[in-house]
């Protein structure tokens, strides 16, 4: 069995797009190429290459403001897992970020969670990511608002998150299929993955308004859709599950460093929805 000690961390670029995309299918995730092009623009993607130059790894640092950072798309090809790669490959992303100076952020698989923990990071919230496939939606609500202002989409995401994401928000709501919703108080943002539609972020005040929205979105249109919800909204998760959803897989929302209190949970307004694991 090769080692991987030989095998250089390199820093990859845009046109390895592809590749990137190659392995985040072989993970079955729902990134699209345009996910890709957006880390690989907006990084720094660290990668490694096995001897014969093909990309067998990968791992995302994604910059945001006031020093904050997620991590994200640490894959590695099945033939090259339980090597170390991915440990080798996050503790290049956490120098990065000391480096600049930035907090790094990430959403854990439980396995994850287990490997993050001693490496300094903390739990912040659970999510949940659930599937609607095949099944009737709710019934309808009045009707809905084909348009939101990205401007206080964008408002309302800094309030939550305690830092600002515009380039991310501005990207995904301009992609075709991509539409901004919105109905009485309640906003999300509607886009396409590889395989799924994804409905994230989505702010509402209170669980009515949220599942109302979700209703208006999906419409006749039963699935593929994913959504990934905030694992305390307890009576927006029934709503979910009762009319069709199925809960695919937890995450857990960490944060490196001390154990300080967050703005979203002084808040007390956390999203019904978040953007997705790999986006925060």
């Given at each position: 069995?090769?080692g991987?000690d ?40 660290v ?27 640490v894959?590695?090809?099945?033939a ?7 440990t ?12 600049r ?53 964008v ?51 209170n669980s009515?308004?949220?599942l ?5 979105i999906i ?59 790999e986006?925060?």
């Amino acid at each position: 069995m090769a080692g991987t000690d030989q095998l250089a961390i390199v820093e990859l670029g845009v046109a390895d797009a592809p590749v990137g995309l190659a392995l985040s299918t072989e993970a079955h995730w729902n990134q699209n190429e345009a996910d890709w092009r957006f880390f690989l623009t907006h990084g720094p993607v660290v990668g490694v290459r096995d001897h014969h130059g093909d990309l067998i790894a990968t791992a995302a640092l994604l910059p945001y403001s006031s020093g904050n950072a997620w991590i994200s798309m640490v894959l590695v090809t099945a033939a090259w897992r339980r090597r170390g790669l991915a440990t080798r490959l996050i503790d290049q992303c956490l120098a990065t970020a000391e480096y600049r100076g930035l907090t790094p952020w990430l959403d854990a698989t439980p396995a994850g969670a287990a490997v993050y923990g001693p490496l300094g990071f903390k739990p912040t919230i659970p999510l949940l990511r659930l599937r609607l496939e095949g099944a009737s939606p709710r019934k309808r609500s009045p009707p809905l608002s084909s348009s939101a202002n990205l401007n206080e989409l964008v408002l309302r995401d800094r309030s939550i998150m305690g830092f600002g994401r515009s380039t991310l928000l501005e990207e995904l709501s301009g992609r075709a299929g991509s539409k901004l919703v919105s109905h009485d108080d309640a906003m999300a943002l509607v886009r396409d993955g590889r395989k799924n539609r994804h409905i994230g972020p989505l702010f509402a005040s209170n669980s009515g308004s949220a599942l109302a929205l979700v209703d208006h979105i999906i419409g006749p249109d039963t699935g593929p859709w994913l959504i990934d919800a905030v694992g305390t909204r307890q009576e927006f998760l029934e709503g979910l599950t009762g009319s069709g959803w199925t809960i695919e897989r937890p995450f857990q929302r960490m944060r490196f460093g001390s154990a300080t209190a967050l703005p979203n949970e002084l808040s007390k307004q956390l999203p019904f929805a978040v953007v997705g694991p790999e986006y925060g």
